[in-house]
């Protein structure tokens, strides 16, 4: 396949998508938020820690840091609308609760908003949380895992033929999976 070469300054780094969407909610007192973050990934089995990068500019910084917690919601692909919306305003402005009709979960449990509409949510107690560049990376571990059971099999892996996940491609573009069978390859050698 051929090549070119792009040099810095990067306008984008979208060459690492599609990545799953993610809503990261916080609760801190009064105040609540939901902010799609496209930078997200799990790091570590044990302790489960689950990584999110955030810039300080965003509501959630500083609410993620009072809360000392923060939960990690994965949205449907028919749901791209209201998380492009949750990451094009910002909760300094506006109750994105209420305009978005965000509905949380009734889980008394719960120290984080989890959203009815996720297929899944992690709660995450802050561990740490450090500057990279102009973002800062938050290290959660995950203390609670909230699923829908039939979105996955008794391993743990999705199945997309139940659900069509959301996945951002960068630039606001969004898609899904394809209805093809997944196929599982062993990496044997030849």
Not at 23 to 49: I, Y
Not at 109 to 136: F, I, K, S, T
């Amino acid at each position: 396949m051929e090549k070119i070469v792009l040099s810095p300054p990067f306008s984008h780094l979208y060459q690492s998508y599609p990545a799953v969407a993610a809503v990261v909610t916080v609760e801190s007192g009064e105040r609540k938020n939901a902010m799609a973050c496209a930078w997200h990934a799990p790091l570590s089995f044990t302790p489960p820690l689950y990584g999110i990068l955030l810039t300080p500019k965003r509501f959630s910084y500083n609410l993620i840091l009072q809360a000392g917690v923060f939960g990690v919601n994965f949205l449907p692909f028919e749901k791209a609308d209201l998380i492009a919306g949750v990451g094009r305003n910002s909760g300094r402005d506006l109750d994105k609760f209420a305009v978005f009709s965000l509905a949380v979960e009734t889980l008394p449990e719960a120290r984080v908003p989890v959203l009815e509409d996720a297929y899944a949510a992690y709660e995450c107690r802050l561990r740490e949380h450090r500057p990279y560049g102009d973002h800062e990376l938050f290290v959660g571990e995950i203390e609670k895992i909230y699923e829908t059971p039939l979105a996955f099999d008794e391993e743990g892996v999705p199945q997309v033929h139940r659900f069509r996940p959301a996945l951002y491609l960068g630039a606001d573009l969004y898609t899904t999976v394809s209805d093809q069978t997944p196929v599982r390859k062993r990496g044997e050698r030849p």
